[in-house]
């Protein structure tokens, strides 16, 4: 009732805003400058961005088929590993090739509804990874804490309702972005000075009020980073209480060993992201260039170290890998 609702509130809410828009007729396109004074060396800097975009392909690509052809891994721990996957690369899809256009091809040029589709696209999945991030700390507590009744806690049905709590509030949460966008008014100032259509950076353009699109992006941003980090940061307090306690020191180190992969990921995600939102907001005195160059980083680093460091620091994935690739060869 409470969804329906919300979403016959969002229907008109996107009616009103489209019938007061002055590009309902005629929608200009943005032009994306790609990354602010450093315009000579673009494609020297866009190398790093392909390999970081081919190391995601790959790497979660590899995921997902280890995962899905290995029934021993259908398990919480992996399944929640398969769903951050996923999401990884439609982040880095919906990120590389347009900032990959404009770098190397010059392509500046991105079409109304193609920009706040990947705005759209780009926030909503960076939602969705910061969720899922708190159900592998979900699942690492209940490992560690409750392990006897890990399998009965975490099932297949539970996990199921978590994955879609997670899409659901990612889409809910974002959709009013491009629909909030549709009520403003952009005058001349297309000229997006990112290399891809990012939600503050559009907002900027426009020569109506912002008030609302300012502050929902605000509330939003702290809703979801600020209670997702509170709940792994309590997840991990507890982690920490319970191995404190454990006998012996292998078996405190092979606790922690678990969570290690975890908590790489989660401050590979997390930092660069705080730092890109702190200054696009606050950061008036930090040169432009490094915000756009570690903005970009922020959506193309994490789907690419992910696998790498699970692959790396979990043993069976390592493993399995292995031995597909070995039987191929």
């Known amino acids: 009732m409470i969804l329906a609702s919300f979403l016959s509130f969002l229907s008109e809410l996107f009616m009103i805003t489209l019938s007061n828009s002055s590009w309902r007729v005629l929608q200009p396109s943005f032009f994306l400058i790609g990354i602010p004074g450093l315009e000579d060396s673009q494609h020297w800097i866009a190398l790093p961005l392909c390999v970081l ?76 990874e910061s969720g899922v991030l708190v159900a592998m700390a979900l699942d690492r507590y209940v490992a560690i804490c409750h392990p006897l009744h890990h399998s009965t806690i975490l099932h297949p049905g539970t996990i199921g309702k978590i994955g879609t709590a997670v899409l659901v509030r990612g889409l809910l949460l974002l959709l009013p972005f491009p629909i909030l966008l549709w009520r403003l008014v952009f005058c001349q100032a297309t000229v997006i000075g990112h290399a891809y259509c990012e939600h503050m950076a559009v907002v900027k353009l426009a020569c109506s009020d912002t008030t609302v699109n300012r502050a929902y992006g605000l509330a939003v941003a702290l809703l979801v ?105």
């Open 225 to 329: 980073v600020g209670l997702d980090v509170l709940a792994i940061g309590i997840s991990y307090v507890l982690i920490l209480q319970a191995v404190l306690k454990f006998p012996g020191r292998e078996a405190r180190f092979k606790a922690f060993s678990t969570c290690g992969s975890h908590i790489c990921v989660i401050l590979v995600f997390y930092i660069p992201g705080m730092f890109s939102f702190l200054t696009h907001r606050f950061g008036n005195h930090v040169p432009h260039h490094i915000h756009v160059l570690l903005a970009t980083l922020y959506l193309l680093v994490p789907p690419a170290l992910n696998p790498l460091v699970y692959g790396a620091k979990t043993q069976q994935i390592h493993e399995r890998v292995l031995r597909v690739f070995y039987r191929k060869g």
């Open 53 to 128: 975009y081919l190391l995601a392909l790959v790497g979660n690509v590899t995921i997902l088929f280890i995962i899905w052809i290995d029934p021993s891994l259908h398990q919480p721990m992996y399944l929640f590993l398969a769903m951050l996957s996923g999401i990884d690369l439609v982040l880095a899809s919906s990120t590389a090739p347009k900032v990959l256009a404009v770098l190397l091809g010059h392509a500046h040029e991105i079409g109304y509804t193609v920009c706040l589709i990947q705005m759209f696209l780009i926030h909503a999945f960076s939602s969705m």
